[in-house]
């Protein structure tokens, strides 16, 4: 036997089992955003390297060590998009629908990023995300967190996460926070771990989110970005705060957030739970009001947010999801050859003229032992059974499944057409 091709390490197969929490989480999705009127957008998978160095940053994890890079046959680098807000940027600029509008978008898709495969961390993942362009108040930085604990509620995960909130102020401020910062660091160089080390020069900011245990307590003693804000970013971080506590979303001012990409501005949070280890956030985002412009658009004001689809559903209640697997209405079987043709053609029929009924045909024949087998293992709530005598009489026998052997009901019968489809209209 020929060897079996594997799939590549950390991208996962998405099974018949698994698909239903998927589309349960879509679909609820879907009714959020419908909620808030917010429009889909798509755009490739794969984008020129250079948009994600210039918007995520040089030195960040994702464009440092996590992209899948290449060079296709014209020899222009490539990259599997790490992530949507770049690509989602790009095509707003490129289509020409960021200027002088405002835009409420939204998109759901896969994502790639070289890391070392572990629960809640894959080299395929999927992310669904929020970004607004055109706003700058904190009003829409606080809709979007009440979207997704709007979004946690419907998926009855509120007790399990929780909100952190946190400035990083406008550039300006952040630049005399930067080298305030540096100062401390180079004080406490010795703590510093290599990825750090490296970061001194570059990108001060980013040692504060380590996730190194060995440096948590010199984290926890540097000068807060916090009390280094402009007077802009203060009152814009107060009104949002104003905000969130008038429809009572709970949240925790994390000074030491600031999240893993360059481009962001002002507000930034983190949903995080702390039933999934190490890989506990599972939404983030905030304001990046610099990156239209650093990609070649007007200025435009922006915000967003992501979340790892992943994540989120292994969170979900299992006994919860089994509820919304969905179950055929009826199974057909046939008996003999001159009721295979005959219940082929009902159950189009009974498709053309029921718009919401699922009803499975129990294909290639075979004993009624064994059809009944199959009828009952696609958990139908009724059989219907077609054979020379149902034909004869212009019958169907139905046969109630789930019937409960206590009630009067009787559990098999035999209908007309019509009677069928009556039962079958309360089915659907
Ligand atoms: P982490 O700190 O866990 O690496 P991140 O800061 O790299 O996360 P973002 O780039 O903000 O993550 O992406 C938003 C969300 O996407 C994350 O909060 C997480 O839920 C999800 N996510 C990110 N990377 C992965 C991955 N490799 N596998 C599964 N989900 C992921
Ligand atoms: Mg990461």
Redesign the pocket.
């Known amino acids: 036997m020929a060897n079996k091709i594997q799939s590549i390490r950390g991208m996962n197969d998405i099974l018949p089992d698994e698909t239903p929490a998927w589309q349960f989480l879509e679909e609820k999705l879907r009714q959020l955003m419908h909620g808030y009127d917010y429009d889909e957008i798509r755009f490739p998978i794969v984008e020129k390297t250079a948009l994600f160095k210039r918007s995520i940053g040089e030195v960040t ?2 464009v440092e060590k996590e992209m899948y890079t290449f060079d296709d046959r014209n020899g222009d680098s490539l990259s599997l998009r790490p ?1 949507g807000t770049a690509a989602c940027v790009r095509a707003g600029i490129q289509n020409g629908i960021l200027v002088n509008q405002q835009q409420r978008l939204w998109y759901l898709g896969p994502m790639f ?1 070289h ?1 070392r495969p572990q629960k ?4 395929q ?1 999927h ?1 669904m995300g929020v970004e607004v362009y055109g706003l700058d108040g904190p009003d829409i930085d606080a809709e979007l967190i009440c979207m997704t604990a709007r979004l946690w509620q419907l998926l009855g995960l509120s007790d399990s996460v929780s909100l952190q909130i946190n400035s990083l102020g406008v550039p300006a401020s952040r630049d005399v926070y930067r080298d305030i910062l540096s100062d401390y660091l180079e004080v406490n160089k010795e703590l510093l771990d290599e990825d750090s080390l490296r970061r001194l020069q570059s990108n001060p900011l980013r040692i504060l989110d380590s996730k190194n245990p060995a440096m948590q307590e010199m984290i926890e003693q540097a000068p807060r970005l916090m009390d280094h804000l402009d007077d802009g970013s203060k009152q814009h971080f107060a009104q949002l705060c104003a905000y969130l506590d008038s429809v009572g979303i709970r949240y925790e001012i994390n000074t030491r957030l600031v ?3 360059d481009y962001y501005s002002k507000t930034v949070f ?1 949903w995080v739970t702390d039933k999934l280890g190490a ?1 506990g ?4 985002g905030g304001r990046y009001d610099g990156l239209v412009k650093q990609l070649g658009g007007r200025e435009t004001k922006a915000v967003g947010f ?3 689809l ?2 989120l559903i292994s969170l979900l209640d299992q006994d919860e999801l089994q509820k919304h697997i969905k179950h055929p209405h009826a199974v057909m079987l046939m008996m003999g050859e001159r009721a295979q043709n005959a219940g082929f053609a009902l159950t189009e029929k009974i498709r053309d003229k029921l718009k919401n009924i699922r009803i499975l045909n129990v294909c290639g024949g075979g004993s009624f032992k064994s059809q009944m087998k199959r009828a009952d293992k696609s958990q139908a709530e009724i059989a219907l059974i077609l054979g020379d005598d149902e034909l004869d009489n212009n019958k169907i026998t139905v046969k109630y499944l789930r019937a409960n052997k206590e009630d009067n009901k009787p559990q098999q019968e035999q209908l007309s057409q019509q009677e069928l489809l009556d039962l079958l209209t309360k089915l659907q």
Do not use: N, P, S, W
């Open positions: 994890d994702i992530e990023r890391e809640g961390r894959y080299r993942f992310q999240r893993g990409l983190e890989q956030t599972i939404c983030a992501a979340m790892g992943e994540r």
